[in-house]
């Protein structure tokens, strides 16, 4: 990230406590639930496909889902095209176990760009009004920390409603 003046800006502790809760959330020590990690890395496609009625998601669109709008956001903050909504909420063309293997692989990977992401913020960039007077990207960025907590406890009652031990 560079500041106003074109120089590379270095992170601060801001930066560094966001990163750390991006970890956290992923695959750490969370305060309220087992992290999404935790809560999908030993699930098999069948149980990541499995409803509580036809119309309601499935783990594995709402893992899509995550990743759609963690991609989304990168794209955006690099100026890079961002990706059509009506893709979100999508299954892939193959939901096998292969595929569910797949899926977890580059979800993983996508989080490790997530949490570099996370650690270039500046106080600066996050607390710098816009135009409006709102601090917009401070809360953009935590906005997809939220996204994801709220998706992780979908997922962790969906893993009830199966009838899956609750995950530690």
Not at 138 to 165: D, N
Request: hydrophobic share 40%.
């Amino acid at each position: 990230m560079r500041d106003r003046k074109g120089a590379e800006a270095m992170p601060d502790a801001l930066g560094e406590a966001l990163r750390q809760t991006a970890e956290r959330l992923f695959d750490g020590r969370n305060y309220s639930h087992a992290p999404i990690w935790r809560q999908i890395k030993d699930l098999s496609a069948e149980q990541a496909l499995w409803r509580p009625s036809p119309e309601r998601h499935c783990v594995w669109e709402i893992v899509r889902h995550v990743a759609f709008w963690k991609r989304h956001f990168m794209d955006s903050l690099a100026g890079r095209p961002t990706a059509p909504l009506d893709e979100d909420w999508r299954l892939p063309p193959r939901t096998d176990a292969a595929a569910w293997a797949a899926e977890l692989d580059d979800f993983a990977a996508l989080q490790r760009a997530w949490v570099e992401t996370y650690g270039t913020f500046t106080r600066q960039a996050l607390l710098t009004p816009d135009s409006d007077g709102r601090f917009e990207r401070f809360a953009q960025v935590i906005g997809y920390l939220e996204h994801e907590a709220y998706h992780t406890g979908q997922i962790a009652y969906l893993q009830a409603l199966m009838g899956l031990p609750s995950v530690e």
